[in-house]
Each structure stands twice: as C-alpha cells, then as structure tokens.
C-alpha cells in the first residue's frame, strides 16, 4: 500500500511515528502547503526510507489528484482542517484513490431557526457523492480519528457484543490535561474548534431524526476513568451525531464535550467580537480571515507535548437492554496519557489519540479485513478486529460497567 498524507500538522505529524512501527504499508509521503513542514516529519521518523515529503495545496482538487497519481497512491489520508475536506475528497475521486479523513464536509446553520432545524449537516457534500464512489469501486471511510472514529466503533461493538436494545448513544470526551506556561493554549486546531463548538450542537433522535439546539447547552457531569474523574461537558456539533444511527439502531444520540468554563468564555468572546468569523475583512490594506489571525496568534497545539501534562479520554456510554434482558450501561473509551505519547512519539496526546486511528484502519484495508465502496463510516465495518489491532499497537481501549439510570 501506498498512502498520500494530506496535511503535516499535528495530526499527520503525529501518526508518522505510529505508521513507522507497522510494516503493512510500502511509502508514505506527506505533503503539505509548506513542504518544509511535511520535511521536518520525513526527517524525523523517516529513518527507514519509507516515507517523503511534498509540497501540496489542498484547496486544489486537480494538484491533490495528481499529486496521488505522481506518487502512485492507492489511498489519500486526509489530514487537514476539515475545511479542506471537499477538495481532497474531490482530488481522491479523480485520481481514483482510496480516501479517509477524520472530520467531515463542514455544515451550514439553518438559515431561520439554527437552534431548532438543521441546514446543511456535517458530512452531507460527501455522501451527496456516494453513489459515484459505489460505481468506481472505491472507499471513502470517513470520520476515522478519534471522535469520530474509535467512538463509533466502540458504538458499533457494543450494538453487536454487549446489547439486545440501545435507548442511548452519547458520545463523551474530557480531560484533566494542563499546559504549563501558557494562560489559554488549545489543545486542538482553535480554527476547527471554533467550527464545532460554535455551530448549532445537533442531536438524533429516532422519532425526530435530526435536530440542533444552542450552542454549549444540555450541561451534565460525567466520571472520565483514567485518574481523569468529573468533567462538565455540554452538547457540540460532531460527526458521531451523523454517522452512528446510520448502521447502529438505538434511540438517540448525542455528543458532549468537557470544555471547561473559561474555554467557553473564551470562545463566547470570539464570537461576540466577530473574531470567530471566516470570511476576509479588510485591515489597512490587506484582507484577513480574523479566525486565521486568532489561529495565529495562539500557540501551535503540535508543539505543546513537552507542557502538557494529565490524560485525555474519549468513549461512547451506551445505555438499553442488556443481551440477558437486563437494563445496562456501559462506557466504552480510550485514555491516553500526554506524558506518555510524548515519550514514547514526540507527540501531544491529543492529536496522538486521533492520529493512531486511522493507521489501524489503513492496516485493515491493506490487509483485506476491512473492505467496501461507497461513503462510509467505521460503523459499517467488524469493529473487533479494529479492538484488537488498537490493543496490538499498545495502546488498549477499555470499558466501565456503570449502574443503570432509573427509566
């Protein structure tokens, strides 16, 4: 297998490490608006000779197309900002890759009533084109990081192995992690967080279907395993929402986000002062994106491994009826310690814990246990073999019995 990385921030710079420990694969090349970037990866985990760098622009369907046919791809990882998502995806089709990303085409609000409707969801331009991908034969799996990804698999494995009924899917995702030196650092891409935690949250429901409500609502403490303990987390925009009740039948399902209060302070000012908005303005002379400027202006999260300190988790709690017609709940997740991934990689735990995924699904394409075409998510595919591939590469999942809640 030959892979084309899209991107060497911190995700694509972080599975780098991982992939140079497996041998299913025989290059990768990682290309990236700044080539210098995409080089620093390749000399730094690229000891073996099988990685290399390019330079590519990833708004650019037609360059991300023959840069995949240059290199003799057979697929594109995505590793982008998800604004970038519809031009590699477009420039998958054309070349006639292969293609996984871990966030989705972006959504657009409802133009009337954004904290009741839906507009445009999340993932929407994409399965628009899946009947092309069925009749070429190829894969698009999309939402295949962390969450998304792990998370629907987790949700996937307990529909199979651990429930006759599911009322409840909820995605839930917190940490204790602390960055010495720094008042306010994101741990993640601040342009995509301010997409996600911003637009209106969306919610599935089985008699309902789709609905949003307003941004940072629903909030409720969750117990993070892990040495992690109480988090707060409210509801938020994500793909889990989308995907899960497409190959999972359950009753709802919801995402919620530990943000913390002075996080959603934070990015409420944003919002306030316009600072959260994409289109240029115009300062003196020159146009500017203002989200590009706060991206600027504020620490890159690629390298904030050596500060951080504390763990990240990320799960689904799923709630229903047991396979021995008994109420049950469990949460299934996937803790990752920043001190550890930074010994171990270099790397931040949070993009590490994204970036570990979509290696273990390239492993399982390559090796012909997870196979398709069309548009689709990590729910459709076995997720046992993902469990235990996860488990391989030494970083274990886990689940939590909890008590049932009162009906």
């Avoid at 995949?68 to 995806?89: E, K, Q, Y």
């Avoid at 993640?188 to 301010?194: A, D, H, P, Q, V």
């Avoid at 689940?399 to 009906?407: D, G, I, L, Q």
């Amino acid at each position: 297998m030959k892979i084309l990385v899209i991107g060497s921030g911190g995700v694509g710079a972080a599975l780098a490490p991982i992939a140079a420990r497996r041998d299913f694969f025989e290059s990768i090349v990682f290309a990236d608006i700044d080539e210098s970037r995409a080089r620093r990866v390749v000399d730094r985990y690229g000891a073996d000779g099988r990685f290399a760098a390019a330079k590519v622009d990833a708004t650019d369907a037609g360059q991300v197309a023959a840069l995949a046919r240059s290199t003799g791809a057979d697929v594109i990882l995505n590793a982008a900002d998800p604004r970038f998502v519809m031009p590699v995806f477009e420039g998958a089709i054309e070349a006639g890759t292969d293609y996984l990303d871990m966030a989705m085409s972006l959504s657009e609000p409802h133009p009337e009533r954004p904290y009741e409707e839906v507009g445009k969801k999340l993932g929407d331009d994409q399965f628009a084109l899946a009947g092309l991908w069925e009749e070429r034969g190829k894969l698009a799996l999309v939402g295949i990081g962390i969450e998304p990804g792990a998370a629907d698999v987790f949700a996937k494995y307990a529909a199979e192995h651990l429930f006759s009924s599911i009322d409840e899917v909820g995605i839930r995702d917190g940490s204790n992690i602390e960055i010495a030196g720094h008042e306010f650092a994101p741990t993640f891409s601040i342009w995509t967080t301010i997409e996600e935690c911003l637009n209106p949250p969306i919610v599935w429901e089985r008699e309902r279907g789709w609905f949003t409500t307003a941004p940072f609502s629903e909030p409720e403490v969750f117990v993070f395993p892990g040495g992690i303990g109480e988090v707060e987390c409210v509801n938020v925009e994500h793909e889990e929402v989308i995907l899960v009740p497409r190959w999972v039948s359950c009753d709802r399902v919801t995402f919620k986000y530990g943000l913390g209060d002075e996080f959603i302070d934070v990015l409420k000012t944003l919002h306030k002062l316009r600072l959260d908005r994409v289109d240029p303005v115009r300062v003196r002379d020159v146009f500017v994106s203002p989200r590009e400027v706060v991206a600027a202006v504020l620490p890159d999260p690629a390298f904030l491994g050596e500060e951080m300190t504390g763990a990240t988790c990320a799960g689904a709690w799923v709630r229903g009826t047991g396979t021995d017609g008994r109420p049950r709940e469990v949460y299934l997740y996937h803790v990752v310690d920043s001190q550890e991934t930074w010994r171990r990689d270099g790397a931040q735990a949070v993009t590490w814990q994204t970036a570990i995924n979509p290696v273990v699904a390239l492993e399982l394409i390559a090796s012909g246990v997870w196979s398709g075409a069309g548009v689709l998510g990590p729910e459709a595919f076995d997720p046992v073999p993902f469990l235990d591939l996860l488990n391989a590469y030494g970083s274990p999942w886990g689940m939590t019995e909890m008590t049932p809640r009162a009906t």
